[in-house]
């Protein structure tokens, strides 16, 4: 049996295909890719979006959670477009294939949040 083929656009995208995305800054210049996104399992949201961010050829790159909010999907880059300049982003928090983000401290996610000056998922600080 063959699949119907999608023929009409839409908005809607598996996240397989968000994984590996570029994320740029306005001007095109490349900041890193999306690794893997974060959804609530109650609200069904996604949360963040877990970007690699600098090393060389993924070597030596921090993995970055950042607010699914702060990122924007620009059809000309064909990319998530990242408003953020380049220290805020290597003093965020941020975590290595070695150790993970902890996702059930809460504390952690709230410093998250307020690093990047926007308000949580889950409401207010």
């Given at each position: 049996?063959?699949?119907?083929?999608?023929?009409?656009?839409?908005?809607?995208?598996?996240?397989?295909?968000?994984?590996?995305t570029?994320?740029?800054?306005?001007?095109?210049?490349?900041?890193?890719?999306?690794?893997?996104?974060?959804?609530?399992?109650?609200?069904?949201?996604?949360?963040?979006?877990?970007?690699?961010?600098?090393?060389?050829?993924?070597?030596?790159?921090?993995?970055?959670?950042?607010?699914?909010?702060?990122?924007?999907y620009?059809?000309?880059?064909?990319?998530?477009?990242l408003?953020?300049?380049?220290?805020?982003?290597?003093?965020?928090?941020?975590?290595?294939?070695?150790?993970?983000?902890?996702?059930?401290?809460?504390?952690?996610?709230?410093?998250?949040?307020?690093?990047?000056?926007?308000?949580?998922?889950?409401?207010?600080?």
């Amino acid at each position: 049996m063959a699949l119907d083929v999608m023929t009409r656009p839409h908005t809607l995208i598996a996240s397989d295909r968000i994984e590996g995305t570029a994320v740029r800054r306005a001007n095109g210049e490349r900041i890193g890719h999306i690794e893997r996104l974060m959804i609530d399992k109650v609200s069904g949201k996604v949360s963040y979006a877990v970007m690699s961010f600098g090393g060389f050829l993924g070597i030596g790159s921090n993995l970055l959670p950042v607010p699914w909010a702060l990122l924007a999907y620009n059809r000309e880059l064909d990319a998530y477009q990242l408003d953020i300049d380049e220290e805020d982003l290597k003093s965020a928090p941020s975590f290595t294939e070695k150790r993970d983000f902890d996702w059930g401290d809460h504390a952690e996610e709230t410093a998250l949040h307020r690093h990047y000056g926007v308000a949580p998922y889950w409401g207010e600080f």
